[in-house]
């Protein structure tokens, strides 16, 4: 069992960067493959990025390649999302996942099992 919790959401004026932090609970985080989702109003929720149990591999979403970058520390039970340059596109509710696959890296929320309520983020011009 994993439960997960987002922070480090707010408003940013383009251009600017945010570290979102993914908090876990739970013995397997150290095991899991974790990633990170966003949902822009209206639209359907995307994959962001996504990083394996141990931090050796990573995946990105083509459009966000350069800009964000995703890391985890075990030891602290805590992956993030460095996001910078940001620009108001990149508006939405930012959602943290995990599955226990720990070599995965999936890009569809079906593949995930774990998830947290989100923190938003918020991008003007």
């Known amino acids: 069992q994993v439960h997960l919790v987002e922070s480090g959401g707010g408003l940013v004026q383009a251009g600017g960067s945010l570290r979102l932090s993914c908090a876990a609970s739970g013995r397997s985080f150290s095991s899991a493959s974790m990633a990170w989702f966003r949902q822009a109003p209206g639209k359907a929720r995307e994959f962001v990025s996504a990083?394996?149990?141990?931090?050796?591999?990573?995946r990105y979403a083509d459009s966000l390649k350069g800009r964000f970058t995703i890391s985890r520390d075990n030891a602290k039970s805590t992956v993030y999302l460095q996001m910078n340059s940001l620009k108001p596109e990149d508006t939405a509710i930012y959602y943290c996942?995990?599955?226990?696959?720990?070599?995965?890296?999936?890009?569809?929320?079906?593949?995930?099992?774990?998830w947290g309520q989100g923190t938003q983020v918020t991008v003007s011009l």
């Open positions: 996942a995990g599955d226990t696959r720990g070599n995965w890296l999936g890009v569809l929320t079906t593949q995930y099992y774990y």
């Open positions: 990083i394996t149990w141990n931090g050796g591999n990573t």
